[in-house]
């Protein structure tokens, strides 16, 4: 088992740039699949990024060129650097891991079997 807390988030203009962090405790992350969601209001929790056991990364359209998924393997903890921030990224943001009891699709949220309880980023206009 493993308990994930997200932070970093907060309110910032647009244009701005925020780091969030996934903070792993109870088992060391560095082998497996983990992955960032958000989910803004009235709508469905939306994949944003992910990082495979290789570091191989993956990146939803929508954040290509302004987010970067990384680990430090060191500190347990994972991060999602973004930038050029718009309203439309404003959402509740959630870090998640595969143990091995998710599916095999990196941006299905059935792909992750653990979850953190999410840090909220709220882009002004």
């Known amino acids: 088992q493993v308990q994930l807390e997200e932070s970093g988030g907060g309110l910032v203009q647009a244009g701005g740039s925020l780091r969030l962090s996934c903070a792993a405790s109870?088992?060391?992350?560095?082998?497996?699949?983990m992955g960032w969601f958000r989910q803004a209001p009235g709508k469905e929790r939306e994949f944003v990024a992910a990082?495979?056991?290789?570091?191989?990364?993956f990146y939803t359209d929508s954040v290509k060129g302004r987010c970067t998924i990384s680990r430090d393997d060191g500190k347990n903890t994972m991060y999602l650097q973004m930038s050029s921030l718009a309203a439309d990224d404003t959402a509740v943001y959630y870090c998640?891991?595969?143990?091995?009891?998710?599916?095999?699709?990196?941006?299905?949220?059935?792909?992750?079997?653990?979850w953190g309880r999410g840090t909220q980023v709220t882009v002004s206009s």
């Open positions: 109870g088992r060391t992350i560095s082998s497996y699949r």
């Open positions: 998640a891991v595969n143990l091995g009891s998710g599916g095999i699709f990196y941006s299905r949220a059935s792909g992750y079997d653990y």
């Open positions: 990082i495979g056991r290789t570091g191989i990364t």
